[in-house]
């Protein structure tokens, strides 16, 4: 089944601690996406990966890393969470190739972060 | 910058009413639409999309129609049923650029009741 997963669905976490959430995609899309929804405020981008080595800074960046060593993963890196980081993730990833009418994104299920 | 402004909710129906959404969007360029849902827990799914002015995109007995004239892109449906129940976000993608990105609206919360 063609799908994005994430990792872990659920975490809570200290101020501080270092935390990774991972993404993967088995469709061979070159771009993959991280968007953080927040209530009132819909969904919005933190990073984008056209493909491997390449990663570029979306709305809001600041406390976020990202890396991209391989097509199908996609780990978000919070290198010193802070509570304004509690938030609902969400990875997506869509063919690297089209137009932006066939700008389809697949979505993962989401990884609900709580920092305290 | 691009925005997408859709109806603030929540929208409380009974089953088999008729329902509408509305989206109305900024952007530079002739972006493409998009209606998204999230069922709870679960993550976002395209719903329908139009590519172009005066495209109607439908799926699932959802319809909505790319109008440039007035920058919209209500969300319809003729009869909803209690499993329509969800999240419901209006989005765009500009026609420029290399960031496949997609601008959402704050998303509208459905409920269907029985």
């Known amino acids: 089944e063609a799908q994005v997963t994430q990792n872990p669905r659920y975490l809570i976490t200290v101020t501080g601690k270092k935390l990774t959430v991972t993404c993967s995609q088995n469709?061979?899309?070159?771009?993959m996406s991280w968007y953080r929804q927040d209530p009132g405020l819909g969904l919005r981008q933190i990073y984008y990966?056209?493909?491997?080595?390449?990663?570029d800074k979306g709305d809001v960046p600041e406390g976020y890393k990202v890396s991209r060593k391989e097509k199908r993963n996609f780990p978000l890196i919070l290198e010193s969470p802070s509570p304004n980081q509690t938030s609902l993730y969400f990875c997506?990833?869509?063919?690297?190739?089209?137009?932006?009418?066939?700008?389809?994104?697949?979505f993962g299920a989401g990884s609900r972060l709580t920092v305290l | 910058g691009d925005s997408v402004t859709q109806m603030e909710g929540p929208v409380t129906l009974s089953e088999e009413a008729f329902l509408t959404i509305n989206c109305t969007y900024t952007?530079?360029?002739?972006?493409?639409l998009f209606w998204y849902v999230q069922y709870p827990g679960e993550g976002l799914q395209l719903l329908l999309k139009?590519?172009?002015?005066?495209d109607k995109g439908s799926n699932k007995g959802f319809e909505a129609t790319y109008r440039k004239e007035t920058t919209s892109f209500h969300l319809e449906k003729g009869s909803v049923q209690v499993s329509d129940s969800a999240v419901y976000f209006c989005?765009?993608?500009?026609?420029?650029?290399?960031?496949?990105?997609?601008?959402f609206g704050k998303g509208t919360l459905l409920t269907v009741n029985p």
């Open positions: 997506a990833s869509r063919r690297g190739q089209g137009a932006a009418g066939a700008n389809v994104l697949t």
């Open positions: 469709m061979n899309h070159e771009y």
């Open positions: 990966s056209m493909n491997v080595e390449v990663t």
């Open positions: 952007a530079t360029g002739y972006p493409s």
């Open positions: 139009a590519t172009k002015a005066d």
């Open positions: 989005a765009l993608s500009d026609s420029g650029g290399s960031n496949y990105k997609l601008t």
